[in-house]
Every structure is written in structure tokens, then in C-alpha cells.
């Protein structure tokens, strides 16, 4: 059984004051919630901070990016051994940072592999853009940056991997997969590809996140699906109401 795993990705917003108020909120609101994983990922500087406050709480917190070299002239970088003092999580290959920050397939099998090292589990995102949608390469593509990111990991890592499918016309835009071609993409450009590169056992072990314009409203749909194993949110992880209700709204669907 795959434990359903919810986690926001505060993105470039927050100072440590308000990182700090958002984390002491959901750690009130959330203290019980024990059937989903929960994390947030506040941007470097915060984690600190929001690290001490859920400390022993059950919201675990990641980075946003890392390097995958351990120390090093690399101005502007933080390092494994940077995170693992502060997270247990780390998002890699964030289709923002594909976009703007030139991550490519080759960089995040490095950050992947780097994580795995230092015993950081890795949230991976993968997608496709609208025109590789619309010109029907979504399974071609997501497919090759599945192949990219394992490349070389053993089938005793590659379990620890957390994977968040965000096609990337959907992230902040208000716009989704619906669920069922969520559902669908998953089991064909991920779990199949998983199962070629390792085996049954190991694609149906790796868990799977949904990501893009995932609200209070929507969760519900995407995490009943046979594939989709929780959420990376962005926007609406920025409020203690809004987080909080995705979470509480993803297990009332889980329990019915
Ligand atoms: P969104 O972002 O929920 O604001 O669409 C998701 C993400 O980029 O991880």
C-alpha cells in the first residue's frame, strides 16, 4: 500500500515571519492527520525556522532545489549535506526551475542520485507543456524524463523516490488534468516505464503526486484515483485554510 502523501511547494513566497505563522497554523490544524504524509517546502532561507516549529510535529518540511555536489565553488547553491540539517525532503526538477534555471533531464538524476546518497527523499516532477499536449507527445515525453531521472539509480532507491506528475500548462493557471487523464498518463508514461526499467513491484511501490492548480475543491477527485497517491500544491498551499481543507478533503475521500 502506497501512503497517500500531500506537500506544498510555497514556492518564492514567504519571509521567515510569515513562513513561521503559516507553519505554526497547520501544525494546529493538521495534529492528528496520521493516513496522509504531510510536508511543506518553504524556500531556503525559511526552512530553518519553519523546521523548529514542526519540529515533532507531523508535517515534515523540504527544500525547493539543491546541488548535487556535497561542497564547492558554486556561488548561490546549497548543498546535500545543507539540507539534510534542515529537510527531509527535496523538490527536484520543479518544471519552473526546467523553465528558468536550465534544470535539465542530466541535472536531475544528479540532484536524484545526490539525495538518495544523503538519505533525502526526492520529489521529482516531471510534465509536459501545453503544445507537447496538444501534439500528442505527453507519453513520449514524461517517458523520457522518467528514463533521464532514474538513470543509473538501483530498484532499492528508486522505491524512496516520490514523483509529482505536473503537466505543466496546469501548474498556477487555474486549469487541471482531469482525473482520469492524470490517472491514465501516470500508469502509462510512469508506472510503464517503471516496470520496464525495474520491475512490477518497484512501479507499483513509487508513489506518485498530482500537481497543478490542486484546490480544496478538486482534491477530492484526483486522490481517489488508482494511480494518483496525493498532491504537490502550490498557490493553495499558501494559507492555513486552503492547505488545511485539501488535506481534510483528501481523507474524507480516502475513508469513503
Ligand atoms: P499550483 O502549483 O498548485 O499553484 O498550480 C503546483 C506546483 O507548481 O507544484
Known sequence: MRKPFIAGNWKMNKTVAEGVALAAGLRETLTGVVDIELAVCPTATVLSAVRDVLDGSNIGVGAQNMHWKASGAFTGEISPPMVKELAQYVIIGHSERRQFFGETDETVNCKLEAALTYGITPIVCIGESLEQNKAGETVAFVGRQI??????????????????????????????????????????????????LYDVAVAEAIRVQYGGSVNAENMATFIVMPNIDGALVGGASLKVDSFTAIVKNALAALRV
Do not use: Q
Open 147 to 196: 528514463r533521464g531521472a532514474f538513470a543509473g539509480v538501483s530498484a532499492a532507491d528508486a522505491v524512496k523516490v516520490v514523483l509529482a506528475y505536473e503537466p505543466i500548462w496546469a501548474i498556477g493557471s487555474g486549469l487541471t488534468a482531469t482525473p482520469e487523464d492524470a490517472d491514465r498518463i501516470i500508469r502509462v508514461a510512469i508506472r510503464d516505464v517503471l516496470v520496464e
